[in-house]
Structures are given as structure tokens and as C-alpha cells.
Nanobody
Framework: VQLQASGGGLVQAGGSLSLSCTAS????????MGWFRQAPGKEREFVAA????????YYADSVKDRFTISRDNAKNTVYLQMNMMKPEDTAVYYC?????????????????WGQGTQVTVSS
């Protein structure tokens, strides 16, 4: 099983980036998926999660109303649209697949992880 994340890069504050993460090796249409991030010198933190059908989402307070998580089960892909970005959004972003269908916010609830993609927001 592999999760391949892409879409990271450099953006100015106030700008937008879109991340995607495609799973291969098996289908995860019955699993919730999520995004986490880790800033330099900090622990990895939860960003957003989406349930297996895509009808329920949950966000960290720090990104609520700015980020949108979505998924396409036919493509085995989860997305993270990031708008109104801030320098404090700078981090390595990781996608992950949870072991169940409902929303999961703890790292320990996730079994599969992508390799991470760097997002840098300049002020």
C-alpha cells in the first residue's frame, strides 16, 4: 500500500494551494482519510478529516473556514484545498488512511501514511 501526496510548494500569504493524495495497492473507499502537518520543531498535528462517503468533514480550529478536504473514491484520492494561507501554515503535510469509516482525528487511528509534501507560506 502506498499513499502518494503531491501539490506542495511555495505560496505567498493570502494565496492558495491544493494538495492531493492517491492511494495504490488497495481500495480505501470504506475508510475515512485525513491530513496532518508537522512544522519545524513541532509535533505533527491534525488538520482535517473526511468520512468514507465524503459527507462528513472535520477541521482543526486553526484551518477552519480556510481549508477544505474532499475525496474521490473512484480515484482513491483525497484532496486538501488551502485558501487564505498564513505563514503559520508552513509545514510538511501528510495524508493518511484511518482504520475505520467514521471521522478520526488522532494519529493512532490511522494505519497508512503518505511520505509528506512541503508547504511553505512566505509573509
Amino acid at each position: 500500500v502506498q499513499l502518494q501526496a503531491s501539490g506542495g510548494g511555495l505560496v505567498q500569504a493570502g494565496g492558495s494551494l491544493s494538495l492531493s493524495c492517491t492511494a495504490s495497492g488497495r481500495t480505501f473507499s470504506r475508510n475515512s482519510m485525513g491530513w496532518f502537518r508537522q512544522a519545524p520543531g513541532k509535533e505533527r498535528e491534525f488538520v482535517a478529516a473526511i468520512n468514507w462517503r465524503g459527507g462528513t468533514t472535520y477541521y482543526a480550529d486553526s484551518v477552519k473556514d480556510r481549508f477544505t478536504i474532499s475525496r474521490d473514491n473512484a480515484k482513491n484520492t483525497v484532496y486538501l484545498q488551502m485558501n487564505m494561507m498564513k505563514p503559520e501554515d508552513t509545514a510538511v503535510y501528510y495524508c493518511a488512511v484511518a482504520r475505520w469509516a467514521s471521522i478520526a482525528t488522532l494519529e493512532t487511528n490511522y494505519d497508512y501514511w503518505g511520505q509528506g509534501t512541503q508547504v511553505t507560506v512566505s509573509s
